[in-house]
């Protein structure tokens, strides 16, 4: 799996669009982009992944450069509660062995 | 609904003394994984099943061990636990479609294990 760079902490205010970068400049053509996150004494949650499109879902959008080295997750309007540790992963989708590396990822802090 | 169970929330057991973890799930999954979190790190990967096929980290400890009697659970088995192995135990399951693809994890609450 490719290895993601992320800032290790950004603060954002309540209300305001949260944008959480990623660098993944050895990502291959296969390999999708996911977001987790993980609130503090929870499991990782699951938010949203793409390969080279653009995506939107209830949680949050994903914004993925054209040649795929960086992508941007955007929580639109961000409350107390996006308060977590965000992870960036690069991953294939194909078949036989494979695994979710999580790095140390961003923790982001959302202020009243 | 549909979740990724782990049972007990939090675990203490003595150094020495082996301990079981377990994880339960309702989403009929046939991957299931346990990571291993220690305090301000990143989870880490301890192994996985695929159906009844253990697949384990290169750099597991044998200390680690782990069953999976059918598809909806899971334990992760401590032989015997060190004051290293003091953290927060992760269960995660994901579907692997026949194509091959698998989707997304979804992860328990965890079992926080303290090694007195």
């Known amino acids: 799996d490719a290895k993601t760079t992320q800032p290790p902490s950004m603060d954002c205010a309540e209300g305001r669009a949260a944008n959480l970068p990623c660098n993944h400049s050895?990502?291959?053509?296969?390999?999708?982009v996911y977001w987790y996150r993980q609130i503090h004494s929870q499991g990782p949650q699951y938010i949203i992944h793409?390969?080279?499109n653009n995506e939107t879902n209830e949680m949050a959008s994903l914004i993925i450069t054209e040649d795929r080295k960086s992508s941007t997750l955007i929580l639109p309007h961000a409350t107390l509660r996006d308060t977590a540790v965000y992870y960036c992963?690069?991953?294939?989708?194909?078949?036989?062995?494979?695994?979710?590396?999580f790095g140390i990822g961003t923790k982001l802090q959302v202020i009243p | 609904d549909a979740m990724v169970i782990q049972n007990p929330r939090y675990q203490v057991t003595q150094f020495g003394k082996p301990v079981t973890l377990s994880c339960s799930q309702t989403l009929n999954h046939n991957v299931m994984y346990w990571y291993q979190q220690k305090s301000s790190q990143a989870p880490k990967l301890l192994f996985h099943y695929y159906d009844k096929d253990f697949n384990n980290e290169a750099d597991t400890p044998d200390n680690f061990q782990s069953r999976r009697p059918n598809t909806s659970f899971c334990f992760l088995d401590i032989r015997s636990p060190g004051l290293g192995d003091a953290a927060m135990y992760l269960c995660?399951?994901?579907?692997?479609?026949?194509?091959?693809?698998?989707?997304?994890?979804?992860f328990g609450p965890g079992t926080r294990l303290t090694v007195l």
């Open positions: 050895t990502i291959s053509g296969n390999e999708y």
């Open positions: 793409g390969l080279k």
């Open positions: 995660a399951t994901s579907r692997e479609l026949p194509s091959g693809r698998r989707n997304e994890q979804f």
């Open positions: 992963i690069v991953r294939g989708l194909s078949g036989g062995y494979q695994k979710v590396t």
